[in-house]
């Protein structure tokens, strides 16, 4: 790999870390209700790729339902989350995105592992579990339990991407546009103070959409998958693994977020369970999808 692209991909690795400490201080510290802050994001990327909408895909429901899922779906879970979790604990939960993947995979696409991928699921969770257990801020709790769920909702969406004929960037507009219909009527029903968090910060809370939406929807995801094309993904995806170990980092000095033992050792044991499953081969798979199921 050329410095270019080496420098490409940790400049991506510290967008998608930061993107989880700035949604945080947007929920919490900027009182933006976390659908809410979730749909505008989306609205913000759909309106961006609106000319990618054109022409209309085969199997336009499918489309849709995998968009949703892999996008605003289980960004409004990480969101929800986010109100009592820190971006530590949520960016270590999160990595049993991987191993529910390859599951997904067994379930739906008939995958098989052997021994070395099945002691990394087993490692992937074990690290994860081993973290939460302590009495720390990594304590199971409402809001990493909805961190998990959204881990399982983008792992769900990535596998059967597979199924879809669709180029990443098109599909990305249109998981924007499936995520805008349905987290409209939701945050409608379900929350308020919508007008009230534009209304006190609307410059910071505008300067956190646009890193959420352009910065990281739009750039850091468009240039990973260019470097997907231009190198080979044994190359490319590893690299990715600087995400969770960034958020830890960012989540101690932006945010203050304890890190205890526990959190730095049972991150240590499931980061090294996802590797082993990234750097696997895989036969009905696509690994690209391994570590960055969602839009």
């Known amino acids: 790999m050329s410095a270019r692209a080496l420098l490409i991909m940790m400049m991506c690795n510290i967008v998608w870390a930061l993107n989880i400490v700035v949604s945080k201080v947007a929920i919490v510290d900027l009182a933006s209700p976390p659908l809410f802050y979730a749909l505008l994001r989306s609205l913000i990327v759909a309106i961006v790729l609106i000319p990618l909408l054109r022409p209309l895909p085969e199997n336009l429901g499918r489309v849709l339902l995998i968009g949703l899922a892999i ?7 990480l969101f929800m989350g986010l109100v009592t979790a820190s971006p530590s604990a949520a960016g270590v939960v ?3 995105g991987a191993p529910m993947t390859v599951l997904f995979a067994i379930l739906f696409l008939g995958e098989r592992i052997r021994w070395r991928r099945g002691l990394g699921i087993g490692l992937a969770f074990g690290g994860v579990l081993f973290a939460m ?3 720390n801020q990594m304590e199971t709790s409402t809001g990493l339990l909805l961190v998990f769920i959204s881990a399982v909702v983008g792992a769900l969406g990535t596998v059967f991407v597979k199924r879809l004929d669709l180029s990443s960037i098109r599909l990305q507009a249109w998981a924007a546009l499936a995520s805008v219909a349905v987290l409209l009527p939701l945050t409608a029903v379900m929350e308020s103070g919508q007008v009230a968090s534009l209304a006190t910060s609307p410059w910071k809370l505008a300067a956190c959409l646009f890193f959420a939406a352009i910065v990281v929807s739009v750039g850091a995801h468009t240039a990973y998958y260019r470097m997907l094309r231009e ?3 044994n190359l490319i995806v590893p690299l990715t693994l600087f995400t969770p170990i960034l958020t830890i980092v960012f989540g101690a000095w932006l945010t203050g977020d304890a890190i205890g033992g526990r959190l730095v050792v049972g991150g240590g044991i499931a980061l090294a369970g996802v590797a082993i499953i990234v750097l696997r081969p895989s036969e009905t798979f696509t690994r690209r999808f391994l570590v960055r199921p969602r839009f």
């Open 71 to 77: 996008s605003g779906g289980s960004f409004a879970l």
């Open 94 to 96: 999160s990595l049993t």
């Open 133 to 135: 257990a302590g009495e």
């Open 231 to 233: 190198y080979d993904a």
